[in-house]
């Protein structure tokens, strides 16, 4: 059938120690940090001629002496990606279309623009992404705000701050038996506006517990 959804789902759990006495010198305590992602998503197909997809995220950060975190770290839950995606299927096995909403952008095999996965919150932005594929090309063009976090419940927003526009293609050269290469030009700008020099990470508050954001 053309129209089906799936489902997607991901339980992230990572544990870091780090010897501060290594990393920044003596005097200062050691961190145990424990970072959890909770991940869940759907995919809705109506016919080879429009797509939905939705997914939800959220993130926890427990350990001992935990440093000053940012939201995304600990996040109760928010809206990672919403978008709509109408397509053209064209002759010869191509297709173009468009995805309008929130998104993760991915080119360069993550090296150029990527969602910045280390973090328990992916980086997502909000704009519209078209693009033009078949066999041996891809081209995307793309212009989007990126997503501010802030901690809480489903009010992480669109920011002016971060302006990410550009063009990324990906071409097939002449494959050989054991070389395969790609040809990817791109243009890719981003403008960035600094925040307000009174804005401050979220920090255990004084006179916390020492294990500051573990359970009891």
């Known amino acids: 059938s053309d129209s089906y959804v799936t489902f997607s789902g991901q339980e992230r759990f990572k544990l870091a120690y780090e010897k501060t006495a290594i990393l920044t010198g003596y005097g200062k305590p050691d961190q145990t940090l424990v970072f959890l992602r909770h991940q869940f998503g759907a995919d809705v197909h109506v016919s080879p001629y429009f797509r939905a997809f939705a997914e939800i995220i959220g993130g926890t950060l427990g350990g001992w002496n935990i440093p000053a975190f940012s939201p995304r770290q600990r996040n109760t839950l928010d809206l990672e990606e919403l978008f709509v995606e109408p397509m053209l299927p064209l002759p010869g ?52 705000h990126a997503t501010t976090y802030e901690a809480g419940s489903f009010n992480d927003r669109s920011t002016d701050r971060n302006r990410l526009w550009g063009v990324y293609a990906s071409a097939a050269l002449p494959r050989y038996s054991t070389v395969g290469l790609n040809l990817d030009p791109f243009l890719i700008r981003l403008s960035r506006i600094l925040p307000p020099r009174h804005a401050t990470l979220s920090a255990c508050p004084t006179g916390a517990p020492h294990r500051c954001g573990a359970s009891e």
């Open 93 to 144: 096995g191509g297709k173009i279309g468009i995805r309008v909403g929130r998104e993760k952008y991915f080119f360069g095999n993550g090296l150029i623009v990527s969602s910045q996965p280390v973090p328990n919150i992916e980086q997502t932005f909000n704009g519209a992404h078209a693009y033009y594929q078949n066999t041996f090309l891809r081209v995307d063009a793309f212009a989007a």
